[in-house]
């Protein structure tokens, strides 16, 4: 705490997903404080009342790490970053070899792209144009699917018709020649008989 006097930028790693920063020992004017503390309207106001107040113009230290509770441990530690983009490339390059045992998904979570939580909503389907874009297609496949359910329904019925004409045909032109040859043996009975 004595020796940290300068403004310094500490990074909250209470999220992992959402990287932020809180700064300590960081210099503010007495105005700043006063709009910080009250609002910007009635900071502003309080201020153009009493333009000449000293306090307004003196400086004070926010997040004063000396006169904060806290424990402040400071170890060596490795360079996270270049160890996460080590580890993505070697889930990245197990991904090219074999995208079958790695989901896309885990690749895309072990990046360090910005809006990824909004990438894998989408192929999650939460984004809603596209769940709606999906639902259409689905709609138009379903339809398509339908029609041509009837189409060939139509034309086994067609084809089953077609049967029935011919076996019809055919029994009519059996019914002709055993008509035609009872005719002929009635003929041939009355000439010789």
Not at 38 to 49: A, D, F, S, T, V
Not at 150 to 178: F, P
């Amino acid at each position: 705490k004595q020796f940290k006097t300068g403004e310094w930028f500490v990074r909250v790693t209470d999220d992992e997903n959402n990287m932020k920063f809180s700064v300590l020992n960081q210099p503010v004017s007495g105005a700043d404080m006063v709009i910080e503390k009250m609002g910007r309207e009635q900071g502003e106001q309080l201020i153009n009342q009493n333009p000449y107040d000293p306090r307004l113009a003196q400086t004070f230290i926010k997040n004063n790490v000396t006169k904060v509770n806290l424990d402040i441990i400071i170890e060596d530690a490795p360079d996270i970053v270049n160890i996460q983009a080590e580890q993505f490339e070697l889930l990245a390059n197990m991904y090219q070899a074999n995208p079958n045992a790695i989901p896309i998904d885990m690749v895309i979570e072990a990046s360090s792209l910005r809006n990824k939580d909004r990438i894998l909503e989408h192929l999650k389907g939460g984004d809603p144009e596209a769940q709606e874009a999906m639902q259409r297609q689905q709609q138009e496949e379903k339809q398509l699917q339908d029609i041509m359910l009837e189409i060939e329904l139509n034309d086994k019925v067609a084809s089953t018709k077609e049967k029935e004409a011919k076996a019809r045909k055919i029994e009519l032109e059996a019914e002709a020649i055993e008509i035609e040859n009872e005719l002929v043996t009635e003929s041939v009975n009355m000439q010789f008989g």
